[in-house]
């Protein structure tokens, strides 16, 4: 826990990364150097010291726990009624910003099949093409929260409207993924569940609606555990069942300041051991330049496909010029919610840890890349802005 809170830190702090590397992606990079790729590879009797299997066993507990509570704040701040307000911007645009960087990736997801060591052994061809491209397709919401706040344009118009295409975005990895999850021999179990959920859902919004905002803070990690215990009784894995639980949720029932702050606090005191425990599961068995080679190719996927996306649909919504470069690179932000996703599918083993491996520096790369590309954009639009105000 020393190296875990104390590193990052202090290369985040001495370096002062955080133009282009937050604290978050510090960590995660962090967690990445600290594993067997890295530093189990150079100092392998120091890496078996420190990492011993109780050790690691201990972390993934808190680990798992920390992101469960993260993945039900996002789905907690989803405003679908916005969305439904807006349905046609918001549809075409999240539609075209998840279908391209979708299709990108299935396509480098083939490239990776005509290779041995990416594809896992549990999986279907299908499930492995459709779990990569979807990781390329991933918008990673609470991580976008983070750098618009940065930005300053989170509660401006803009801001809004990303968050609307950023929601219906998060609605449709997690049924890709269930999709994914689906075990024909559970069927059963699944539809068992499901039902469940809803039943009970309605039962407990009821309640929620009753009780004060003192008891909701209460009541919401118990619906969690009973919600992520149900998903992973009925094989489509607990992190499912978190976002579930949290996207049943109405935002209003909690007071914003304080579900910002709890989202910050598990972000501060809890997430750095997710990053570490994600850190551990790297491997470059397959050889280190063909993981890069294969995280160059998911990250040209992910941005160009995102790119293009949001240009088609500021051509079929007339957006004002810039705007869609701006929310192509917002959007293109992956970090926690891809590594999340990455993490279930090698759980479940339909990709490899070398597959892990590529999606996760893809992920870091493709956060690091946001600020310094649409900050700059941010600066001249203002100008811009400023200009013709002054013209008039």
């Excluded at 826990?1 to 002062?16: D, H, T």
């Excluded at 896992?120 to 918008?139: L, N, R, S």
């Excluded at 118990?222 to 949290?246: E, K, N, R, T």
Aim: glycine letters at 10%; proline letters at 4%.
């Amino acid at each position: 826990m020393l190296i875990i809170f104390s590193i990052p830190w202090l290369v985040w702090r001495l370096l002062k990364t955080d133009y282009f590397a937050p604290l978050v992606v510090v960590q995660i990079v962090m967690g990445i150097v600290l594993g067997p790729g890295v530093l189990g590879h150079w100092f392998p009797a120091y890496y078996e010291f420190v990492f011993t299997p109780t050790v690691v066993h201990s972390l993934n507990g808190i680990a798992w726990w920390s992101v469960m509570l993260f993945v039900m704040i996002a789905g907690v701040e989803l405003d679908l009624g916005k969305a439904w307000q807006h349905r046609r911007e918001s549809g075409i645009t999240a539609g075209l910003a998840l279908g391209a960087p979708l299709l990108l990736g299935c396509g480098a997801a083939a490239v990776l099949l005509g290779f041995d060591g990416w594809m896992g052994p549990k999986a279907q061809t299908w499930q492995f093409v459709v779990g990569i491209g979807m990781a390329c397709a991933v918008t990673a919401l609470p991580i976008l929260i983070l750098l618009m706040e940065k930005l300053d344009i989170l509660r401006q118009p803009l801001g809004q409207r990303i968050l609307r295409y950023a929601s219906l975005d998060d609605i449709a990895i997690w049924g890709v993924l269930a999709l994914i999850l689906m075990d024909w021999s559970r069927i059963g179990k699944q539809l068992a569940f499901l039902i469940a959920f809803v039943v009970l859902g309605l039962a407990f919004r009821r309640l929620m609606a009753w009780l004060d905002e003192a008891d909701r803070w209460y009541v919401a990690p118990i619906w969690l555990a009973l919600c992520g215990l149900g998903a992973d009784w009925a094989g489509l894995h607990f992190m499912v069942g978190a976002f579930l639980a949290g996207a049943i949720m109405d935002g209003h029932w909690f007071n914003q300041e304080k579900l910002d702050l709890l989202r910050h606090h598990v972000l501060l005191v809890m997430m750095p051991v997710f990053f570490l425990s994600t850190g551990l599961r790297t491997n470059w068995a397959v050889g280190g330049t063909e993981v890069f080679a294969a995280a160059a190719l998911l990250l040209v996927a992910s941005v160009a496909g995102k790119l293009i996306g949001v240009r088609i649909a500021a051509r079929v919504l007339h957006w004002a010029p810039g705007e869609a470069s701006i929310i192509g690179w917002l959007l293109q932000t992956k970090a926690l919610i891809m590594i999340i996703f990455a993490n279930i599918l090698l759980d479940k083993q339909v990709i490899t840890s070398e597959a892990f491996t590529a999606l996760l520096l893809m992920a870091v790369a493709s956060t690091m890349l946001t600020v310094p590309m649409v900050e700059p954009q941010m600066r001249r639009s203002r100008a811009l802005a400023g200009s013709a105000g002054q013209s008039t």
